[in-house]
């Protein structure tokens, strides 16, 4: 059984994965308007993905005992002033979700769920790998600077990036 302080941290999660679908999928809209057809492909498959890590936590709140929430989202930013904004707003993004993430294991503690504590593990390794393509991302378009045959040649190459998303949580 989940304590109410546990649910409703998840519940909070479940949430922050939910929006993170919908800011990647603002980004892909975004990517698919200017023309970067690699860097929408890959925002398309990571808030597929992000869909996938909100029904995780769902399926397991209410595995749990407890009930998963779904709640109202705000709508994610639809402009971007250029390619590299973007990579920067989908990093920071990902640094907060590490947060949030290290916040709700700290609260798994707290209580001594440690069924929910190591569940979580998982979102803790995920979140590494997120913050660390972000990064990696975000490198590569720095050393493009403003040379647009560099950034052709990235959307092309983006799309090495892009994990299928599995069919079920």
Do not use: C
Request: proline share 3%.
């Amino acid at each position: 059984m989940l304590s109410a302080k546990i649910q409703d941290a998840l519940n909070e999660q479940v949430t922050i994965e939910a929006q993170s679908s919908q800011v990647y999928l603002a980004m892909a809209s975004w990517a698919e308007t200017q023309g970067f057809e690699g860097v929408s492909q890959f925002m398309y498959a990571h808030s597929d993905e992000e869909r996938m890590h909100m029904l995780k936590l769902v399926k397991f709140i209410n595995e749990r005992g407890g009930h998963a929430k779904v709640s109202e989202l705000s709508a994610p930013p639809i402009e971007f002033g250029s390619f590299k904004e973007v990579f920067q707003t989908l990093f920071e993004h990902e640094v907060a979700v590490s947060k949030s993430i290290n916040d709700l294991v700290h609260i798994t503690l707290e209580e001594r769920d440690y069924a929910t504590h190591n569940f979580l593990q998982w979102y803790v390794s995920e979140q590494i790998e997120e913050e660390a393509l972000a990064r990696n991302i975000l490198d590569k378009i720095n050393l493009i600077g403003d040379d647009k045959s560099g950034f052709y040649l990235f959307d092309n190459d983006i799309k090495q990036l892009i994990v299928p998303a599995p069919t079920q949580p």
